[in-house]
């Protein structure tokens, strides 16, 4: 069973950066795609990134385009989103998403679509 924790959220000012991990465990991250989204409150889920499991395929939703980076490190069964000069409107809870294919990562949905419990990024104006 693919288990995903997310880590790095916080309170932050308009224009800091700020990176956000998730870990995997349970199988081989390297066999995984992985990505991340966000939901601010009364909105939907919305897709931020993505990245194949070798790292050498990414795609970039509209919203952070230009402003975030996303990477892995297999090594450490790790997904990175860097996320710059961040907006109040970028506050959100940002969820991690993992399965085999990275169509069902940038979709969204999928029965093997695995999710992570989210963590909070709060932007101050």
């Known amino acids: 069973q693919v288990q995903l924790v997310e880590s790095g959220g916080g309170l932050v000012q308009a224009g800091d950066s700020l990176r956000l991990s998730c870990a995997l465990s349970?199988?081989?991250?390297?066999?995984?795609?992985m990505g991340w989204f966000r939901q601010a409150p009364g909105k939907d889920r919305e897709f931020v990134a993505t990245?194949?499991?070798?790292?050498?395929?990414?795609y970039y939703g509209d919203s952070l385009k230009g402003r975030s980076t996303i990477s892995r490190e297999n090594a450490k069964n790790t997904v990175v989103l860097q996320m710059n000069s961040l907006k109040p409107e970028d506050t959100a809870v940002y969820y991690c998403?993992?399965?085999?294919?990275?169509?069902?990562?940038?979709?969204?949905?999928?029965?093997?679509?695995?999710w992570g419990q989210g963590t909070q990024v709060t932007v101050s104006s």
């Open positions: 998403a993992a399965a085999l294919s990275i169509s069902m990562v940038r979709a969204g949905s999928g029965s093997s679509l695995y």
């Open positions: 349970g199988r081989t991250s390297s066999s995984y795609a």
């Open positions: 990245i194949s499991g070798s790292g050498g395929l990414t």
